[in-house]
């Protein structure tokens, strides 16, 4: 019987055991690949259809995020309003995303809804047309977005260091431009849509309350035609031309804001080190009680927040610390970011910190294991990388038992300060 006068045992994150469920991996009668995953409780579906269709894909700037935006917006046989109000009569959710390397087509829905939604589904990605009159909206209304965000310090900056690590020329580097939304046409879009959302291209992603009967239809609707795959070049970028590491820009004379920027290229989760950064970056400034938070916003009340992120794309990688900072601290602010840094390489970590971090990691993992919609986003991303559950193994592998000594010595190899480009926007 339950003592409810004794409380239960509190364990470390770390104690737990952790394994990535399976998932199911197959081939529909077409040749496109179809992973799913049948857990949850509720009668709920989430199904995604991957593309190689992001920005190192582009062939003319603002082409992908145009194709996505516009992806819903009318096939030969109904209008763009006639497909949103067919979505949405079933009570389901369809979006476009689309991102350095991959654009997603994602549908949430019931699972009794399939038999309807589904063939909704293959008509938008097989048959989208790009109306004249919807591909001239989306442009103005993007232009409208761009110049009302060219007045934010935080959004310049944003563009700023991207183009800094990668050169503005560079696929990841790139930033929106008005002349080059203007400048895009139908036909640009059809051009991209028809090389990279051809089905042949496709992989396919199922996780909810599902089983044979919906892998069935899916394969009924995805599965029955010979979709050749678009053969895509091999793109090579150069580095980007040499720049001044340091930089300051005035974006708004009378702005009492600044936004700060500071970043290096990395690599991606291929690399052996990138678990270890995993910690090391959360430490530094990945969560709420990171060292940066306790410097920059506990003591010395800069600013509301700051964060350091770790981004893997296909073709590489980086580091980013962000804040907005008043005007008057931003020097003061930058120079805190760098002291942290020399910080974490002339002194180990306590013990007890480190427990923390770990802790925060993989709790987080806890969660991302609770739910089916979860458990895929962690397959999908193993699997459009090339990897399986042996790499998440090693990963909870570094998270339990990287050593103080090891953090401190991924801090003094990628902590110098004169790989770090440095941005200021006022």
Same mark, same amino acid.
């Given at each position: 019987m339950l003592d409810r006068n004794t409380a239960p045992a509190i364990h470390d994150a770390i104690a737990f055991d952790y394994n990535l469920p399976p998932i199911n991996k197959e081939k529909l009668d077409n040749g496109l690949?179809?992973?799913?995953?049948?857990?949850?409780?509720?009668?709920?579906?989430?199904?995604?259809?991957?593309?190689?269709?992001?920005?190192?894909?582009?062939?003319?700037?603002?082409?992908?995020?145009?194709?996505?935006?516009?992806?819903?917006?009318?096939?030969?046989?109904?209008?763009?309003?006639?497909?949103?109000?067919?979505?949405?009569?079933?009570?389901a959710s369809l979006k476009v995303s689309t991102g350095n390397d991959m654009a997603t087509v994602t549908l949430y829905a019931l699972t009794k809804d399939l038999p309807q939604l589904l063939p909704i589904v293959h008509e938008i990605i097989t048959d989208s047309i790009f109306p004249e009159e919807e591909v001239a909206l989306h442009k103005k209304n993007s232009v409208?977005?761009?110049?009302?965000?060219?007045? #934010?310090?935080?959004?310049? !900056?944003?563009? /700023?260091? *991207?183009? $800094?690590? &990668?050169?503005?020329?560079?696929?990841?580097?790139?930033?929106?431009? #008005?002349?080059?939304?203007? !400048?895009?046409? /139908?036909? *640009?879009? $059809?051009? &991209?849509?028809?090389?990279?959302?051809?089905?042949?291209?496709?992989?396919?992603?199922m996780a909810g309350k599902v089983g044979d009967e919906e892998v069935s239809l899916v394969n009924k609707i995805?599965?029955?035609?010979?979709?050749?795959?678009?053969?895509?070049?091999?793109?090579?970028f150069s580095a980007p031309?040499?720049?001044e590491r340091s930089q300051r820009e005035v974006n708004d004379p009378n702005g009492v804001?600044?936004?700060?920027?500071?970043?290096?290229?990395?690599?991606?989760?291929?690399?052996?080190?990138?678990?270890?950064?995993?910690?090391?970056?959360?430490l530094f400034g990945g969560y709420f009680g990171s060292r940066l938070m306790s410097n920059i916003r506990e003591d010395k009340g800069y600013t509301y927040g700051i964060y350091s992120s770790l981004q893997s794309m296909e073709h590489g990688g980086s580091i980013v610390i962000q804040s907005e900072v008043g005007r008057d601290v931003m020097e003061d602010a930058i120079r805190e970011v760098y002291h942290e840094m020399q910080q974490l390489c002339e002194q180990e970590v306590d013990d007890e910190e480190l427990l923390l971090v770990k802790n925060y990691l993989l709790g987080g993992l806890l969660g991302d294991l609770d739910g089916p919609f979860q458990i895929l986003q962690r397959w999908r991303t193993l699997i459009l990388n090339g990897l399986g559950s042996d790499h998440f193994d090693r990963n909870i592998a570094v998270y339990k038992n990287i050593t103080t000594a090891e953090v401190q010595a991924i801090a003094r190899q990628y902590f110098d300060r004169n790989a770090f480009y440095e941005i200021g926007v006022i």
């Open positions: 690949p179809f992973y799913w995953l049948n857990a949850g409780v509720q009668d709920v579906v989430e199904i995604d259809w991957v593309f190689p269709a992001g920005l190192w894909q582009e062939t003319k700037p603002a082409v992908a995020h145009a194709t996505a935006g516009l992806l819903k917006n009318g096939t030969s046989r109904q209008t763009a309003h006639q497909l949103h109000e067919a979505i949405e009569y079933y009570g409208q977005r761009l110049l009302v965000s060219l007045r #934010q310090a935080d959004f310049v !900056a944003n563009q /700023r260091i *991207d183009a $800094l690590l &990668f050169g503005e020329f560079h696929p990841y580097g790139r930033f929106s431009k #008005q002349e080059k939304i203007e !400048a895009l046409t /139908r036909e *640009d879009i $059809l051009d &991209f849509y028809k090389k990279c959302y051809a089905l042949g291209n496709a992989r396919i992603f995805f599965g029955q035609t010979a979709y050749p795959k678009e053969e895509q070049e091999e793109q090579v031309a040499p720049s804001q600044a936004a700060i920027r500071l970043g290096r290229t990395f690599h991606n989760r291929h690399h052996p080190d990138f678990p270890k950064m995993v910690v090391l970056n959360t």
